[in-house]
């Protein structure tokens, strides 16, 4: 049983498509986290997320939305894509600060 | 922001070497985690140590919170371990701080 799923593992689409990347977690946890891996294997928060607050990276551009349509689902939406959005997107979890939890990641290509 | 820096960058080890990583922090966290990134880019969690030391098999993990630093200690490495171990903290908030990663490599 996957603690934290996010799919697809891989997705190649065209600069100014819109995509988006789901994940699920069945750990019981409040929080769910975004994270882009650059290609230099840097891991920098983009969004945090519970039942009551969204705290946003204010590097991210709007074009990244999550959407939560409860409180074990974060999904990840990107409108207008561009080459620079090429990265690896790994969501996580956890409960109350505590240990935190990865998926697999998401490698996003963008030609 | 919270800055953490590990050490070494890079490492290559001979099969059944073994090897620390530092991870310091440029201000007190309440929570910190070792992770290891595997070749296939999986992020495996290897310690949750907020301070403390524990123990994993040949893995083992030291956090000195007051003087802001952990240690990952490697024993008898195996080709298996090759791939990136990377430190992260939270202080306040939901973040995690990420250190850049060292890279280790074993060789047999």
């Known amino acids: 049983d996957t603690a934290v799923s996010q799919t697809p593992k891989y997705l190649v689409t065209q600069m100014g498509n819109d995509k988006s990347i789901k994940c699920e977690q069945n750990l019981g946890h409040d929080t769910m986290y975004w994270y882009k891996q650059d290609s230099k294997k840097f891991l920098k928060i983009m969004f945090s997320y519970n039942n009551k607050e969204l705290i946003i990276n204010e590097t991210v551009p709007n074009r990244f939305s999550p959407k939560s349509p409860d409180k074990a689902h974060l999904n990840l939406h990107i409108n207008s894509l561009e080459l620079g959005d090429s990265a690896v997107y790994f969501c996580?979890?956890?409960?109350?600060?505590?240990?935190?939890?990865f998926g697999q990641g998401t490698r996003l290509t963008v030609v | 922001g919270i800055q953490v820096e590990q050490s070494p960058p890079d490492l290559i080890l001979q099969e059944g070497a073994n090897s620390t990583l530092r991870c310091n922090f440029s201000d007190s966290v309440n929570n910190l985690q070792w992770f290891h990134q595997n070749p296939w880019g999986q992020l495996i969690n290897l310690f949750y140590i907020p301070s403390g030391t524990k123990q994993n098999g040949r893995l083992s993990a030291t956090t000195v919170a007051t003087e802001r630093y952990s240690l990952l200690y490697i024993s008898s490495s195996q080709t298996t371990d090759s791939g990136v171990y990377f430190c992260a903290g939270r202080r306040t908030g939901n973040q995690f701080y990420f250190g850049t990663g060292t890279s280790l490599t074993v060789i047999p």
């Open positions: 996580a979890s956890s409960q109350a600060g505590a240990e935190a939890f």
